[in-house]
């Protein structure tokens, strides 16, 4: 016990954020220190007439589709060299590989023309290079940055550190800043469910997610940005200087220069910012003028307690009042109790479909585990018809148009490492595999939102979430769409019941794993209900409660593509075992 404690007590003593004096004292340095690091390489500020301008309009709003990864880094170098007076940017991961070097290049730049710049990240997926961030508040004219809710008010968070704020502060381990917006000028701004990583922009050899984003210009900016300014005025915001451990550097060593590499893979971004045809064309075949665009978000101090889930209860009263279908896109479906009663109380004839990630694809097992316990409610029991996405789909250049430029890059050994990155459990193949990671849900054909917010527990009760709803039919039908063909059979294998079985055993048979899969640990019966199937586009589509089902679809197993043992040993244990982990994923 005295082994354990040691450690434990030892970060107990250093938990506590800077005092007022302590952080006075190091605003002090920095102020007489400011301009003592360089930026290596230094480029020439960038400014540029945006197109986006020109559509802002005195009524309604217009709106710009981002699906693809390339598009997305390049419309953020765009927004931030049109910015003439301020960038708000908030992210809850914001790596510093390349992607994340390139756009910090691009926002000290912006700084050095004399743009309020200020980014406001989560701490726990976030910029951990402490001299970096040290060497970033020593430029002459850098950017502001603050982390939200750091553990034990530090940057970066070893592995013991970890492992003791579970112990000691899980509530504030789990209380995550996980929107995700960027606003210029008050005119434009983006949300959606993009982070600043390589592999949400088409540039990782080993994984890309399927995201999406939306471009909003008009009048709602303005209360993103407003927005913005609660959670970097709150409490729970931190500036890096007063972060213990990057204080330390400023104090002890404080960096002479910091490099970026903007000369590198990531940089296809900046020549479709500078091809005149990149944007207009985006715009003719993504752009949306729209009437009213409703905004929301969480506070910055979200707890449990059910007046701080903006979010989550603008999501379920859009859903609670549809008549005829939802259209889901989510790479994490886990049913809630009050999302389960939700989907219960529909009327029967309200189609229910939702596209996600299979065990191949997703990149967080133990959440799919802890789903896979609910399949056959899912199926059985609120009629949802659940689409799980192949790691390599049929369409994948389609929604990858970097993919053979990947492949070329994985041949070369070009990697991305993120900090938690489990390994693929797939067949190894020459690209990279998929990962669904968009958070859509469409409404009667009619409604649309585009948001952060997943659909499970973690971001109803934890996260803070933020997204906007667009009442506009063709903007919609463009949603659709996408789930539709990300759910298509060639792209998604379909989770059904399997057959009853003989006439005395098969009741038997789900009645006993119907009790077991409820109880919250030690799932013990060892037969699962539900398993995926694939289809030819060309049969008939029956639902997966149709009697004839069977006769157009064929079973592909539980798991499959997954060929990694121990990720198959592991989703089991988890499954079987930690049921109760349910409201934390």
Known sequence: MRVLWVPLLVLALGA??????????????????RGSATLVPYATPVELNSPLDTLVPHEGHHLLLLEQGSDALAMRIHLIRSARERIELMNYIFHDDESGQLLLAELIDAARRGVSVRVLVDSLFSLDDIELLAGLELLDAGIEIRFYNPIFGRASLGDLAFSSAVICCFRQLNNRLHHKLLAVDGRHGMVGGRNSADRYFDLDTRMNFLDMEVVVSGGVVAEMSADFDRFWRHTTSLPTRHARDVAAVIEKRPPESIMLERDNRAAYAIDMVDNPRWLPELLSTAGFPVGAVRY??????????????????????????????????????????????????????????????????????????????????????????????????????????????????????????????PPSATPDRPGPRISVHGKILVIDNRIAVVTSHNFDPRSELFNTENGIIVEDEAFARALSDYIETVAAPRNSWQVAVRPEGPPLIGPINRGMARMSRRLPTLDLWPWYLTENYRVDEKATDVGPLHPDFHDYHEAVGLMPEVVLLRRIFSTGLVSRMFGFLRPIM
Request: hydrophobic share 40%.
């Open 16 to 33: 506590c954020s800077l005092s007022p004096e302590r952080r006075a004292e190091i605003d002090a340095l920095v102020e007489q220190q």
């Open 296 to 421: 929301f978000s969480d506070p910055p101090d979200k707890t449990w307690h059910r007046e701080s889930e903006v979010s989550t209860r603008a999501l379920h009263e859009l859903i609670a009042g549809a008549r005829e279908r939802v259209l889901i896109q989510t790479p994490y479906f886990v049913l809630s109790r009050d999302f389960e009663r939700l989907l219960a109380d529909l009327d029967d004839s309200v189609e229910i479909v939702v596209s996600s990630n299979s065990l191949a694809s997703t990149d967080a097992w133990p959440v799919y585990a802890i789903s896979r316990r609910q399949r056959y409610r899912m199926i059985n029991g609120l009629g949802v018809r659940l689409h799980e996405a192949k790691p390599f789909p049929a369409d994948i250049e389609r929604f990858n148009r970097r993919y053979e430029q990947l492949v070329i890059d994985r041949a070369l050994g070009i990697t991305s490492p993120m900090r938690i990155d």
